[in-house]
């Protein structure tokens, strides 16, 4: 058995507070194993965005437990999780945000650079033909299309060699021409590099490129699907976004 690169124990995180509090999410219990993908999904409000930052140590949960490589991030001074999120943990958003004023390659070498490390030329240049940009180390985000300025996020995602990858919309902002490039990109680093990647998306074709899809409905888990094709995930998308909440459904105890 692989061991869980991230695992979530009866996560719960509530906005606010009294009867004016939102639960965001309710007691979500999730194992992601080492070298997966799994894509999270699940209708607007459901608790995506909170999931994925509770599990990257952006946010705390109210209760329960979240551990990365074995490390559990609740027990953490704001010191060490920052010191984790920049060595162990890549992040890909939709918006690519780059710095406009530096080339492709400054921008790769920015978390070397945050995290006081040495900057070795020659991995810059490694996870820049990583990502079919080896040509474009000198350019600067405006003279590259969105996919290639999108590349170069994942770049810099990388360039720690990070235990996890988590995306949230990364195709997003994307045509799906650029869009399935960019998810091919990270289906290679699984299938190749033996990475693990949790992807936010309200896309079933980004979806199907990960190896499992989970829903949340109101903030808890829902069911999941191995395996499934951008239809069978699109239609079990629209059965949830129908339900108001949890009766009825399938639900798969993780
Ligand atoms: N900072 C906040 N303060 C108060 N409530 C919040 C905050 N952030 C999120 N929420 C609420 O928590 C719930 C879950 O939000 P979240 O952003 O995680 O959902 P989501 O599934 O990512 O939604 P979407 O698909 O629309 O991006 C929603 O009801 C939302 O309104």
Do not use: W
């Not at 690519?96 to 921008?107: C, G, I, V």
């Not at 309200?202 to 190896?211: G, L």
């Amino acid at each position: 058995m692989k061991p869980n690169a991230v695992e979530l124990r009866a996560v719960s995180r509530r906005y606010g507070t009294g009867d004016g509090g939102v639960p965001a999410l309710d007691h979500v219990s999730l194992a992601f194993p080492t070298g997966t993908f799994t894509a999270v999904m699940g209708p607007s409000g459901s608790g995506k965005s909170t999931l994925l930052q509770c599990a990257a140590g952006l946010d705390r949960p109210t209760s329960g437990s979240v551990t990365v490589g074995g490390t559990e991030l609740t027990r953490l001074s704001e010191t060490k999780l920052t010191r984790l999120r920049r060595e162990r943990i890549g992040f890909v958003f939709q918006a690519f945000n780059l710095l406009p004023s530096l080339t492709a390659e400054q921008n790769v070498a920015l978390p070397l650079r945050l995290a006081g490390r040495r900057v070795p030329r020659a991995r810059i240049r490694e996870v820049l033909q990583q990502v079919g940009l080896g040509d474009r180390a000198k350019h600067r985000p405006t003279e590259l299309s969105g996919g290639q300025q999108q590349r170069v996020a994942l770049a810099r995602a990388l360039v720690t060699r990070p235990e996890v990858l988590f995306g949230d919309e990364p195709t997003g902002a994307l045509d799906s021409r650029t869009g399935r490039e960019v998810l091919a990109l990270l289906r290679g680093m699984v299938d190749d590099d033996g990475r693990t990647i949790i992807m936010v998306t309200h896309d079933p074709v980004a979806a199907s490129y990960a190896d499992r899809v989970v829903f949340l409905v109101d903030g808890r888990v829902g069911g999941e699907l191995t395996g499934a094709s951008a239809d069978v995930i699109a239609t079990r998308l629209t059965d949830l976004t129908g339900l108001t909440g949890l009766t009825g459904l399938e639900a798969v105890p993780c």
